[in-house]
C-alpha cells in the first residue's frame, strides 16, 4: 500500500457534501468540536452517576489515580491519532483507519461495531432522560410518565440533529458550561470548607491505589473518556480539520481527565480516605447530592439535579450527531442503503441518516417501554453499559490499526509514530480486556440476558468483516471505495470517486502485491 502523501502535496478530498461547497459559515472550529467531544462524554453525568460507582467497587481512595492513568492512556493514543489525522480527513471516523492500518474488511467490522455501539449509547441515554427527569419533577409535585419525557427529549434532539452541527455546537455550548460551573462550585465549596485536608495525598500511595478492585477501578476510569473520540467524525464539518480535530481531541481529554482527576480526589477529601468506600456503597446515587447539601447549600443540590436532566440532554444530542455521521459515512459508500448518505446541502447536515437513526431509537425505547422493562435498570443500564465498552474496543482497534499503519509506511518522529502510539494501544487493550471481565459489575446486573449482550458487539465486527470480505469478492466496484482516504487542503476540493475511479483503484488493490493484510 502506498505511504499517504503530506496535505501540501494533495488538492482533493472527498467532503460531505461530494461537490466542494462547503460554506464557510457551517464549518466548526477546535473549540465547537471540542464542546461537542466533551458533551458526548457527559461530564456532570459521569460526576453524579459513574464517581460513585468507581468510589464504591472500584479501588475507592485510590480512584484519582486511576482517572490519571486513563488520561495518560488517551493522550498517549491521541499522540498517534493526531499524527495519521494530519494525512486522513474523513467522517467516516475510525473506521478510515482500521482500514488503513488492518484492512478494508477490518475497517468495515469496526465501522458496524461502532455504529451499534453510537446507537445503543443514544438508545441509553434517551431511557435514563426519560427517567432521571421524572424524578427530578415528582420531587417537586408533577408526575410525569418517564416515557413521555423521553418522547420530548428524543425530539428536540432529532430536531437539532436533522439540522446543521453547528447549531448543536451552540446549543451544547451552553449545557456544557453549565455542567462545568456545577462541578466547578462543588469543588470550590469543598476546598473553602478544608483547605488543603481537600487533597488527600494518601490517593496517590501505591498501598491506595491498590486498595479493593484495581481492575474495575481502570474500567470505570477508561468509561469516563467515552465519547470524546467522536471528535474525528466532524473532519469533514470542520475548519482546517487536520489541526482542528487533533486540537479538539488533545483540548477534550485534558478538560475531561482534569474534571475527573480534580473532582475525585476533592469528594474523597470531603469524605475521608477511610470512609469512602463504606459510604459510597451505602449512597452510591444519593452521594455528590448528598456531599452538596454539606459543603454548599440544598439550593445548589437542586440546581445540580437539574443540571443532572440538561447533561444527559446534551449527550443525547452529542450522541445521536456521533451516530448519524457513522451512518452517513457507510451510506455514502453503499455499505447501507445509499439514501442514508445523502447530504442536505440547505440545512447542511447528513439529514437522512440522522432521521434514520431517531427513528430507530424512538423505536428501541418504545420496545422496552410495551414489555414493561425499567427504563433505568434494564433500558439505560444494559445499553449505556454495552455501548461504553464497545466505544472502548472500537478505540482499542484503531490504536492498533495507527501502530500498524505506521509499522508499514514509517515517517519521521519515534515518538509520534511508534512510542506514544504503542503505548495508546497496549493501554487500551487493557482497558477492553478489563471490561469485559468486569461487564456484569458495571452494568449492574447478573441477569444473563444483560451480562451476555457483549456477544452482540462480537457479532457486528465479525458480520462486518465478513461483509467487506464478501464485498472484496463479489462486489469489487463498491469495495474499491471502502475507507476512501485523501488529506485535504481546505480551499481546492473535488468530488467523491465516481464508478471510474473506483475501478481503476481497484486495478490497483488487485495487481498490488499483498503484505499479508486483508487489505
Known amino acids: 500500500m502506498n505511504k499517504i502523501p503530506p496535505v501540501s502535496d494533495v488538492g482533493r478530498t472527498r467532503v460531505m457534501n461530494g461537490h466542494g461547497d462547503r460554506p464557510r459559515g457551517q464549518q466548526l472550529s477546535a473549540g465547537r468540536v471540542m464542546v461537542l467531544a466533551v458533551s458526548a462524554a457527559g461530564p456532570l453525568g459521569v460526576v453524579v452517576g459513574s464517581l460513585p460507582l468507581a468510589l464504591a467497587l472500584g479501588n475507592g481512595p485510590g480512584v484519582p489515580a486511576t482517572f490519571v492513568v486513563a488520561m495518560v492512556v488517551q493522550l498517549c493514543f491521541c499522540v498517534g491519532y493526531a499524527a495519521l489525522c494530519r494525512r486522513v480527513v474523513s467522517t467516516g471516523g475510525f473506521y478510515r483507519y482500521v482500514g488503513l492500518g488492518l484492512g478494508r474488511p477490518a475497517g468495515v467490522g469496526a465501522a458496524m461495531?461502532?455504529?451499534?455501539?453510537?446507537?445503543?449509547?443514544?438508545?441509553?441515554?434517551?431511557?435514563?432522560?426519560?427517567?432521571?427527569?421524572?424524578?427530578?419533577?415528582?420531587?417537586s409535585g408533577l408526575h410525569v410518565s418517564w416515557m413521555l419525557l423521553a418522547g420530548g427529549g428524543l425530539a428536540v434532539v432529532g430536531l437539532l440533529g436533522y439540522h446543521s452541527v453547528g447549531l448543536s455546537a451552540k446549543v451544547l455550548a451552553v449545557l456544557l458550561v453549565a455542567q462545568i460551573a456545577m462541578v466547578a462550585v462543588y469543588d470550590l465549596a469543598v476546598v473553602a470548607h478544608l483547605g488543603a485536608a481537600a487533597f488527600p495525598a494518601v490517593s496517590f500511595a501505591p498501598a491506595t491505589i491498590t486498595t479493593g478492585s484495581l481492575g474495575l477501578g481502570l474500567m470505570m476510569a477508561f468509561s469516563g473518556f467515552a465519547g470524546y473520540e467522536s471528535a474525528v467524525l466532524y473532519g469533514e464539518e470542520s475548519t482546517d480539520p487536520t489541526r482542528s480535530i487533533p486540537r479538539a481531541a488533545y483540548l477534550a481529554v485534558g478538560a475531561i481527565g482534569l474534571i475527573f482527576v480534580v473532582t475525585s480526589w476533592i469528594t474523597i477529601g470531603a469524605i475521608g480516605a477511610d470512609q469512602t468506600q463504606e459510604r459510597a456503597r451505602r449512597q452510591l446515587g444519593n452521594l455528590m447530592f448528598g456531599l452538596v447539601d454539606t459543603y454548599a447549600s440544598e439550593p445548589l443540590s437542586r440546581a445540580?439535579?437539574?443540571?443532572?436532566?440538561?447533561?444527559?440532554?446534551?449527550?443525547?444530542?452529542?450522541?445521536?450527531?456521533?451516530?448519524?455521521?457513522?451512518?452517513?459515512?457507510?451510506?455514502?459508500?453503499?455499505?447501507?442503503?445509499?439514501?442514508?448518505?445523502?447530504?442536505?446541502?440547505?440545512?447542511?447536515?447528513?439529514?437522512?441518516?440522522?432521521?434514520?437513526?431517531?427513528?430507530?431509537?424512538?423505536?428501541?425505547?418504545?420496545?422496552?417501554?410495551?414489555?414493561?422493562?425499567?427504563?433505568?435498570?434494564?433500558?439505560?443500564?444494559?445499553?449505556?453499559?454495552?455501548?461504553?465498552?464497545g466505544i472502548l474496543v472500537v478505540q482499542a482497534i484503531a490504536a492498533v490499526a495507527i501502530v500498524v499503519h505506521f509499522h508499514r509506511s514509517p515517517e519521521s518522529g519515534l515518538w509520534r509514530t511508534r512510542v506514544a502510539p504503542t503505548i495508546g494501544a497496549v493501554g487500551l487493550l487493557v482497558g477492553t480486556v478489563l471490561s469485559v471481565a468486569n461487564y456484569g459489575r458495571f452494568a449492574g446486573t447478573a441477569d444473563p440476558v444483560v451480562v451476555g449482550l457483549p456477544v452482540v458487539l462480537g457479532l457486528a465486527v465479525v458480520g462486518g468483516t465478513g461483509f467487506g470480505l464478501w464485498l472484496r469478492s463479489r462486489r469489487p466496484e463498491i469495495y474499491a471505495g471502502l475507507a476512501w482516504a485523501k488529506t485535504s487542503v481546505p480551499d481546492v476540493l473535488a468530488p467523491a470517486p465516481g464508478q471510474d475511479q473506483m475501478a481503476d483503484e481497484h486495478r490497483l488493490l488487485t495487481t498490488e502485491p499483498r503484505r499479508g493484510y486483508l487489505s
Open 113 to 139: 461495531l461502532a455504529l451499534c455501539s453510537y446507537t445503543a449509547m443514544s438508545i441509553g441515554l434517551v431511557g435514563a432522560f426519560g427517567y432521571f427527569t421524572s424524578l427530578v419533577l415528582a420531587k
Open 304 to 389: 445540580m439535579a437539574i443540571l443532572m436532566c440538561t447533561a444527559l440532554l446534551a449527550s443525547m444530542l452529542a450522541m445521536h450527531n456521533a451516530a448519524s455521521r457513522y451512518t452517513f459515512a457507510l451510506g455514502r459508500e453503499r455499505l447501507l442503503p445509499a439514501v442514508l448518505g445523502r447530504f442536505d446541502s440547505r440545512r447542511y447536515s447528513p439529514a437522512c441518516a440522522s432521521l434514520a437513526q431517531t427513528a430507530v431509537t424512538a423505536l428501541a425505547v418504545a420496545a422496552f417501554a410495551a414489555a414493561g422493562l425499567d427504563p433505568y435498570l434494564n433500558l439505560a443500564t444494559s445499553m449505556v453499559g454495552l455501548s461504553t465498552l
